[in-house]
T-cell receptor, first 114, second 114 residues
Framework: EAQVTQNPRYLITVTGKKLTVTCSQNMNHEYMSWYRQDPGLGLRQIYYSMNVEVTDKGDVPEGYKVSRKEKRNFPLILESPSPNQTSLYFC?????????????FGDGTRLSIL | SQQGEEDPQALSIQEGENATMNCSYKTSINNLQWYRQNSGRGLVHLILIRSNEREKHSGRLRVTLDTSKKSSSLLITASRAADTASYFCATDRYPSGGSYIPTFGRGTSLIVHP
């Protein structure tokens, strides 16, 4: 089954403790991205990747890192999480770049930073 | 920065009625997509309309695009309780020096009462 898998689904942690949210897709998609969803703000893109070893900042990249060492994986790293990063995070992928490609979303990771 | 904005923010209707939600955007686009998000889940792609198209259908969904008014509408006909979800429009944005960034609105929350 074609899917985007995120782990963990839920995480409660404390300020400053490094964490990684994994994302994997099995569709051989080139384009992958991370979003955060906050009430009243909709989805905002954090980082995206057009292919292996090619990443770039989205609209809200501060406090986050990403890497794309393999085509299928695109982990999101919070080196020193802070409470303002408490949010619902989504990973998405699409076959290619460009707004004509539909994106496939994971089921989300709910992060709470205390 | 917010590109698409959905209207209304919330919509409550009875089963069998039609639901119409609108999306306005600020800058020229090449494509516009609509997504659905069930509570606690990731977004699911519904339909894509290109800038040179005026109307598109998919099952009970009808999407229109008016590039002169920079707006789009999503019509769900004969709604069902299972249509209860949030609906988002997404437009493509190309910041200077960067690649394509899909930009989502804040969404319309639709409740369909049985």
């Amino acid at each position: 089954e074609a899917q985007v898998t995120q782990n963990p689904r839920y995480l409660i942690t404390v300020t400053g403790k490094k964490l990684t949210v994994t994302c994997s897709q099995n569709m051989n998609h080139e384009y992958m991205s991370w979003y955060r969803q906050d009430p009243g703000l909709g989805l905002r893109q954090i980082y995206y990747s057009m292919n292996v070893e090619v990443t770039d900042k989205g609209d809200v990249p501060e406090g986050y890192k990403v890497s794309r060492k393999e085509k299928r994986n695109f982990p999101l790293i919070l080196e020193s999480p802070s409470p303002n990063q408490t949010s619902l995070y989504f990973c998405a992928s699409s076959l290619g770049t460009g707004g004509h490609q539909p994106q496939h979303f994971g089921d989300g990771t709910r992060l709470s930073i205390l | 920065s917010q590109q698409g904005e959905e209207d209304p923010q919330a919509l409550s209707i009875q089963e069998g009625e039609n639901a119409t939600m609108n999306c306005s955007y600020k800058t020229s686009i090449n494509n516009l997509q609509w997504y659905r998000q069930n509570s606690g889940r990731g977004l699911v792609h519904l339909i894509l309309i290109r800038s040179n198209e005026r109307e598109k259908h998919s099952g009970r969904l009808r999407v229109t695009l008016d590039t002169s008014k920079k707006s789009s509408s999503l019509l769900i006909t004969a709604s069902r309780a299972a249509d209860t979800a949030s609906y988002f429009c997404a437009t493509d944005r190309y910041p200077s020096g960067g690649s394509y960034i899909p930009t989502f609105g804040r969404g319309t929350s639709l409740i369909v009462h049985p």
